[in-house]
């Protein structure tokens, strides 16, 4: 078996892989975890099986099971967990629902989004400028993310854009019958 540093490779592959996931932890984002579980991976083998241990098989070892790693942190999302609720931005915010958990005015408030908004949906809230006060379990959209944790939102009526689209088309059409009907009467 090749020594390094006075040391059997398959030892310094453990040590490197257990430094590394080690150091991962203090800086997490999957920087070292999979080099880091690759070494481990081959030097536990070298470790465990030193008759077929060569430098060569311990680099395909190194290889194959950080390409599997690689694959099951960007596939599985083993390491980050579902991406369900992770935002883009503050401005991906912009349009999002929420309802009110505490009183929102203009200075003071907190929400929770129903959807997305990261890892703690709860946000600090402040109604838009002059706006009245909104009450606890109310629903509300967020009008301005900010660039922080403070949303500005505006209370909403229950209904979405294409019930006010209906409703909108509706009050027009009624107002094209009451103009022709006073037409007619004019007429008449």
Not at 71 to 99: C, D, F, I, M, Q
């Amino acid at each position: 078996m090749a020594n390094l540093f006075g040391a059997s490779l398959s030892l310094v592959l453990v040590v490197a892989g257990v430094a590394l996931c080690i150091a991962e932890a203090f800086a997490p984002g999957a920087h070292f975890v999979v080099i880091g579980v690759a070494l481990l991976a081959a030097g536990l083998v070298g470790v465990l099986l030193p008759g077929i241990a060569t430098p060569i098989v311990l680099a395909v070892l190194v290889f194959v099971v950080g390409a599997l790693a690689l694959w099951g942190y960007r596939n599985l999302e083993l390491y980050e967990g579902s991406g369900r609720g992770k935002t883009e931005g503050s401005t991906s915010l912009r349009g999002a629902h929420a309802v009110v958990t505490e009183r929102v005015t203009s200075a003071a408030g907190q929400v929770r989004l129903t959807e997305g908004g990261g890892f703690d949906p709860t946000y600090a809230a402040r109604t838009l400028d002059g706006a009245d006060p909104i009450e606890e379990g109310a629903d509300v959209v967020v009008v301005d993310p900010g660039g922080g944790n403070v949303l500005t939102v505006a209370e909403t009526d229950g209904a979405d854009d294409i019930d006010r689209e209906l409703a909108a088309g509706r009050e027009r059409a009624e107002a094209e019958s009451e103009a022709e009907t006073e037409g007619e009467e004019e007429r008449a």
